[in-house]
């Protein structure tokens, strides 16, 4: 099999970007040269685009309710260069969502630790770093946990 059919058969599963490729055909002890060329005629056939990729890849994201930050790094760990990245969850924000998907992250969250370790778990300094500490993790701002987390505990109330 070449390394053009290969790369169409690794595409043909999902988009990949140009870096996750490269890797999967050196994996396949492809030679350089060879890599570079396919990679080359993908691009100009339409079957290889970062942005393209970088955008696919925000919104199958933000459907599992993760947030922008840990979706910008998971980008750059997929190659996708930071412009790209940032272009594409500019292109692809909605802060009204955004603060809908953190509010039901939080909710979700809260019922779990609440199942794990009570009711008044939340009330406890722990427990409220714990439920931050989570949110951070998934990506979402500071300042948004902060409000979200405190309209959800007063809507509790």
Not at 119 to 146: P, W
């Amino acid at each position: 099999m070449t390394c053009y059919e290969s790369a169409l058969r690794i595409l043909s599963y999902r988009f990949n970007s140009v870096a996750e490729l490269r890797t999967k055909l050196r994996a396949k002890r492809f030679e350089p040269a060879e890599i570079a060329e396919t990679l080359a005629r993908l691009t100009d056939e339409g079957w290889l685009d970062d942005a393209r990729f970088a955008g696919a890849f925000v919104r199958t994201r933000q459907l599992k309710k993760i947030g922008p930050r840990r979706i910008e790094r998971e980008l750059q760990a997929a190659g996708v260069d930071r412009q790209t990245a940032q272009s594409a969850l500019r292109e692809n924000s909605d802060p009204d969502r955004e603060r809908e998907d953190l509010a039901a992250a939080v909710a979700k969250r809260r019922r779990m630790l609440v199942r794990r370790h009570g009711a008044d778990y939340l009330e406890t300094a722990e427990g409220r770093k714990k439920l931050t500490a989570f949110l951070l993790k998934q990506g979402y701002d500071a300042a948004l946990i902060r409000s979200v987390v405190k309209e959800t505990a007063e809507l509790e109330d």
